[in-house]
């Protein structure tokens, strides 16, 4: 059975796009249609031929069909772009047609080409929609609204030529947003999409500009932006259109926030109770429209449920306007309390009513995000209540470091001036330990989520910490007061420490407290001595449960405190070093000792350290210093009896070295075998102990450094050496060397010994050579160099044979 169209059906079928469009849109396609055939043709005709090897591939003829052209643009995306501009450009015709040709119309023509025009645009989008074109209707409808515009002002220049500015525009912005909100609900214009969220816009500038007329001042003025705001919350939440939801969030974010700017300064620059009270009025109003459309935001996403993104979105901006309801509430109250309170109340007068917040968590028909947003506006004023009280905590731990030059000048008054010697102290400070315990209270009492309750415990401490140690300053307490409260946080913050050995903040805050505490107590001497040595005692305590820290810290208070006793005891810096030097055995034999081999080298470590220290206190006095480094040679070699420390025995050995030379140094010793066989000696004993051991060791292993340590100097010693006893000394000496390699079998004293005699025989000779030299004719060196190199020529095999022979003779030498 078929089916025929007739033409009645096809004249009667509605073209999208229109005709003359879509027969420029078949054309194209017929055209690349027919070039992709001849594409496929003459690929066909290649591998027929291909499949045929006994003839030659044709190859295809002919132009090429280039590519279908593909177009830059869609049809749709030009369509567009012609629209708007046509819109434009009879927008600025209608505009200047109404500045530039107004006035050659008498009043009857102004009116009739007014309302000949605007009717004629804006009727003109009804026959174009029921053709189907409706973007055209679209740009004018455009037009239609701009002309509405250009007559509103047209009006005012020739009719309402005395009204003021301000009033006119309140009225003609209400009328043109009814006038286009009720054009975009007739029945056929209801199908476009501009109308409605133009109307949206133009009723943004009604309230805004009565507030003006009025002389409403800037509380009016920032109430009219807020109450507008407010008004487009209630489209945004309300409406249904995309369109207009996205216009009036536009509106309702920009004019809010400029609203709650404007609110915000002129809460903070109150003059009095009043003033304060209006401004809080208007953040408060701006606090429930947040609130409001949060509240509707969250039940939205419950009711609706309609996909994870969505779900996402919608969730986020509920939270964020609670957040943003929660700030504002706070701002408000704190701002209306801080024009009755003195200044020093300001901040916790926002930190208690942020901490009110926090009653939400007992409102369970709160939708859940809502909840969540008001307790995180709870914490950021507690976090930002916490940022103001920073500066005084790092005033009181960081302020005593000052004293470190200026130890032992004189007890301060108070605790205040104790921890401002170089810095001055923040204003308003007296309320934070208030606020330092208030937040502290918060994260004990009200976190309860199973998730942030560990951190917040965690976090309590250092808080109740720090509240602790700011209170002497702040309340200006005696300076031996402060150190009393402030030694007895170091003794809890270390008890917690050992108690909870997996936290890492307790630890921290007893360490950064002894030391501030140290630092503190340096104004006087009695109070370094006795800090010092509750703080030796404290740390040594703690060091059988904590030891790899506990017990460094112990060590180094330890070797502070001897330095302080030797100050008192007015002795010098070298005397005081042998004193510091009980630090280091303790430290050795502690590490010997201990059964936590994580805390061995933390405790080397700080007793290397308070030898390096006595070294430096030595240093002015080099017999002091020799027996400084002797005894901390002694140390070491104590630690390398231990298996695991047998590589600290070449410390020692280096320690014992230095302390030999600075020992002949303070002798004013300047011969180098004075230096040099120290060295040599030991090392010779312990090159033949291991040589004996192991009979395998090389010779250079085993003598090679000890004989070098001692002839390589004399050597140069020798050859600048004017006299005859030490050339001829170590010609002995080198003689003897040799003869024992030579003996033993053994090449480094072999050619050690031989390379020195030899250069020190030829030291001893070089004088008789210059003199021989300087008598002979200048033609005999030439000659005794010719006749060399004959002899050498004529008997080269027989050396050659003899320097085999001695090759042979080395190698089997040790």
């Known amino acids: 059975m078929s089916c025929r169209v007739t033409q009645p059906t096809l004249q009667g079928m509605t073209h999208i796009p229109p005709p003359a469009e879509e027969l420029r849109l078949l054309d194209a396609e017929l055209w690349q249609l027919d070039a992709r055939r001849a594409q496929l043709l003459a690929r066909r005709a290649w591998l027929v031929a291909a499949l045929q090897p006994k003839w030659q591939a044709p190859q295809p003829t002919g132009p090429t069909p280039a590519a279908p052209h593909r177009p830059e643009a869609s049809a749709p995306s030009v369509q567009n772009v012609l629209l708007v501009l046509g819109g434009v450009l009879l927008t600025v015709a209608a505009m200047v047609f109404t500045l530039v040709s107004w006035g050659h119309l008498g009043i009857t023509g102004r009116a009739l080409v007014l309302g000949a025009v605007t009717a004629a645009t804006l009727t003109a989008p009804l026959p174009l929609l029921r053709r189907g074109l409706r973007s055209t209707a679209e740009s004018v409808a455009g ?69 003006i007329a009025a002389d409403a001042g800037s509380y009016g003025l920032t109430a009219a932006l807020l109450v507008t705001a407010g008004l487009d919350t209630v ?99 704190g701002g209306a ?44 004023v507690q976090a930002l209540a916490l940022l103001w ?33 170089n810095t001055t102290w923040p204003p308003h400070a007296e309320a934070v330990p208030l606020v330092l315990a208030v937040v502290a209270g918060v994260l004990v009492l009200a976190v309860r989520d199973t998730a942030w309750r560990p951190r917040a415990l965690a976090a309590a401490p250092g808080l109740a910490w720090a509240t602790v140690l700011t209170l002497p300053a702040v309340l200006e307490l005696p300076y031996f007061a402060g150190l009393l409260i402030e030694g007895a946080a170091t003794a809890g913050a270390v008890a917690a420490a050992v108690l909870l050995r997996q936290r890492l903040l307790p630890l921290i805050l007893a360490l950064g407290t002894s030391a501030s505490l140290a630092f503190l107590a340096l104004a006087s001497q009695t109070a370094t001595l006795a800090v010092l040595g509750v703080l030796v005692a404290l740390f040594t305590a703690a060091s059988w449960r904590l030891a790899p820290f506990m017990a460094p810290t112990a060590l180094g208070y330890g070797t502070a405190l001897v330095v302080a006793i030797g100050a008192a005891a007015d002795w010098s810096p070298p005397h005081t070093a042998l004193l510091v030097l009980v630090v280091p055995a303790i430290a050795a034999v502690l590490a010997w000792r201990l059964d936590d081999p994580k805390a061995t080298v933390p405790v080397e470590a700080a007793g290397a350290a308070a030898g390096v220290l006595a070294v430096a206190l030595a240093a002015t006095d080099l017999p002091l210093l020799a027996t400084v480094l002797a005894l901390c040679g002694v140390i070491a070699a104590g630690t390398a009896i231990r298996a695991d420390r047998r590589p600290v025995g070449y410390a020692a050995a280096a320690l014992f070295v230095l302390a030999t030379w600075v020992r002949l140094a303070a002798w004013d010793m300047s011969a180098p075998e004075a230096y040099t066989l120290p060295v040599t000696i030991p090392a010779l004993l312990v090159g033949a102990l291991r040589h004996r051991r192991d009979p395998r060791t090389s010779s250079w292993t085993a003598y090679a450094p000890g004989l070098a340590a001692t002839l390589v100097p004399s050597l140069f010693a020798a050859w600048g050496d004017s006299h005859w006893t030490r050339p001829l000394l170590l010609g002995l000496a080198a003689l003897l060397v040799t003869l024992a390699g030579a003996r033993r079998h053994l090449q480094a004293p072999l050619l050690l010994g031989g390379a020195v005699l030899l250069l020190d025989a030829l030291h001893e000779l070089a004088p008789y050579i210059v003199q021989v030299t300087d008598a002979l004719p200048r033609w005999v060196p030439p000659a005794l160099a010719g006749l060399l190199l004959l002899a050498m020529g004529a008997t080269y095999e027989h050396r050659l044979r003899d320097a085999r022979r001695m090759r042979d003779v080395l190698t089997k030498m040790r």
């Open 143 to 211: 037009l239609g609204l701009a002309l509405t515009v250009l007559d509103a002002v047209a009006l005012h220049g020739a009719v309402f030529l005395e009204s003021p500015g301000a009033p006119y525009t309140a009225v003609a912005s209400a009328l043109l947003a009814g006038l286009w909100a009720a054009y975009g609900l007739l029945p056929r214009v209801s199908e476009l999409r501009l109308p409605r969220p133009a109307a949206l816009v133009a009723g943004q500038l009604p309230l805004f500009f009565w507030a």
């Open 235 to 333: 489209v945004a939440l309300r409406m249904t259109s995309g369109s207009l939801r996205v216009v009036a969030a536009i509106g309702a974010y920009g004019v809010g926030a400029w609203g709650v700017l404007a609110a915000g300064w002129l809460t903070w620059t109150a003059s009095g109770p009043s003033a304060a009270a209006r401004a809080a009025a208007l953040l408060l109003l701006a606090s429930a429209i947040a609130l409001a459309a949060a509240w509707r935001a969250a039940r939205t996403l419950v009711r609706e449920a309609d996909g994870a993104g969505r779900g996402a979105e919608v969730n986020g901006q509920a939270l964020g306007l609670a957040v943003a309801s929660g700030l504002l509430a706070v701002g408000a109250l």
């Open 337 to 380: 309390a801080r024009s009755v309170l003195p200044e020093l109340w300001t901040v916790p007068a926002h930190l208690a009513f942020g901490v009110a917040l926090l009653a939400v968590l007992r409102l369970h028909r709160l939708p859940d995000a809502v909840r969540r947003g008001l307790v995180q506006a709870s914490a950021a």
């Open 389 to 421: 009280a920073l500066p005084v905590v790092g005033v009181v731990v960081l302020g005593p470091l000052a004293w470190a030059f200026r130890a032992w000048t004189g007890t301060p008054s108070d605790a205040r001036t104790a921890v401002t010697v």
